[in-house]
């Protein structure tokens, strides 16, 4: 669903149709705290950072965000929606690695009121044209709860494949958890790609 066409704001790293994703700056404090205070109960179960614990309207996540932009190893982003600049989620790419491996891990989560509207559908497929066109890495992976239904939907509508399972992997809410192992590699990202526009 297109709801444009729209200004494309200047400092976006990607787009969708609908969001755009960009890095976060100070500005950004009171919405992000905003969101995560509406958003306790729905994320909850399946956010890893720690730092959301015991933090309940973000502030202390919302720092560990700009910390770890400033590492160079994390690029998290923030998600708008295009039509009025509402905060919708995040989408971060963790854990970026150069070399040989050019890979990096998403993480993402959308705020209670938003989900299942296809923002993260949208979001996901512009995270990937960034990492794979502009940041030229070769492959992202998603680590998910085996329960994390809307997860793995989201994931697997956009072509990632299960490579694995890792038992007791991350620690989420204390404990830790067993995580499926989702990837997706250029290569398959363009084929994909290729079949959606002139089917199989
Ligand atoms: C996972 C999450 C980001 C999905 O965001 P969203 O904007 O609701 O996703 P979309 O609306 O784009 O839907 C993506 C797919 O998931 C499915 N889906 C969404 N919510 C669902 C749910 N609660 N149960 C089952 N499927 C669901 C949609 O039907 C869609 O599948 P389809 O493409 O086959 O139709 C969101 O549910 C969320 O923030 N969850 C809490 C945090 C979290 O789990 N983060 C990921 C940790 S690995």
């Not at 009121?113 to 559908?121: F, L, P, Q, T």
């Amino acid at each position: 669903m297109n709801e444009g066409p729209y200004e494309v704001p200047p400092d976006a790293v990607a787009l969708g149709e609908r969001v755009n994703l960009r890095l976060p700056n100070e500005m950004d404090r009171d919405a992000f705290c905003r969101l995560v205070l509406a958003s306790g109960e729905h994320l909850r179960r399946w956010v890893l950072d720690p730092a959301a614990l015991d933090d309940p309207n973000g502030t202390r996540w919302f720092d560990s965000i700009l910390g770890a932009n400033a590492t160079g190893r994390s690029q998290k982003l923030l998600v708008h929606r295009i039509r009025d600049r509402e905060l919708l989620g995040t989408m971060n790419v963790n854990e970026i690695v150069r070399g040989a491996f050019q890979s990096a891990s998403l993480g993402y989560w959308i705020g209670a009121a938003h989900a299942r509207r296809g923002y993260m559908s949208d979001a996901l497929a512009a995270v990937l044209r960034y990492v794979f066109e502009a940041e030229r890495l070769h492959r992202v992976e998603a680590n998910i709860q085996p329960g994390n239904e809307a997860s793995i939907a989201l994931v697997r509508a956009a072509g990632f494949r299960q490579e694995g399972y890792s038992p007791r992997y991350l620690k989420v809410t204390g404990a830790w958890r067993d995580h499926e192992r989702w990837a997706l590699t250029v290569e398959d990202w363009r084929d994909g790609d290729a079949q959606a526009r002139h089917g199989p």
